[in-house]
């Protein structure tokens, strides 16, 4: 399991997730997938060590443990992962 960022951050990307990542795993980047731009930060599953501390910080309530996803955002998961 990871924690993945969903479509909120888009409107913010204020970074405060990333200042208390202690694996720095969390990176800004754009992601194309099925014609649709998805422009925001993201968590790297395979770094992410389920800490949990980013998902407090982020002030839209953007970031969710990957099986807590609502279901809009699903598809968020492989989409961090791209
Ligand atoms: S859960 Fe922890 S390791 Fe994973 S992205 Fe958030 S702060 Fe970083
Ligand atoms: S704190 Fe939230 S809005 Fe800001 S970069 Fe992190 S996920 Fe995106």
Same mark, same amino acid.
């Given at each position: 399991?990871?924690? @993945? &960022?969903?479509?909120?951050?888009? %409107?913010?990307?204020? %970074?405060?997730? @990333?200042? @208390?990542? #202690?694996?720095? *795993? &969390?990176?800004?980047? *754009?992601? /194309?997938?099925?014609?649709?731009?998805? +422009?925001?930060?993201?968590i790297? #599953? +395979?770094?992410?060590?389920?800490?949990?501390?980013?998902? #407090?910080?982020? #002030? *839209? +309530?953007? &970031?969710?443990?990957? +099986?807590?996803?609502p /279901?809009?955002?699903?598809?968020?998961? /492989?989409?961090?992962? %791209?």
């Amino acid at each position: 399991m990871a924690f @993945v &960022i969903a479509e909120p951050c888009a %409107t913010c990307k204020d %970074t405060s997730c @990333v200042a @208390v990542c #202690p694996c720095d *795993v &969390i990176h800004a980047g *754009v992601v /194309e997938r099925d014609g649709a731009r998805f +422009d925001q930060f993201f968590i790297n #599953p +395979d770094e992410c060590i389920d800490c949990g501390l980013c998902e #407090p910080e982020c #002030p *839209v +309530d953007a &970031i969710f443990a990957d +099986d807590e996803l609502p /279901e809009p955002w699903k598809e968020y998961s /492989e989409i961090n992962a %791209t």
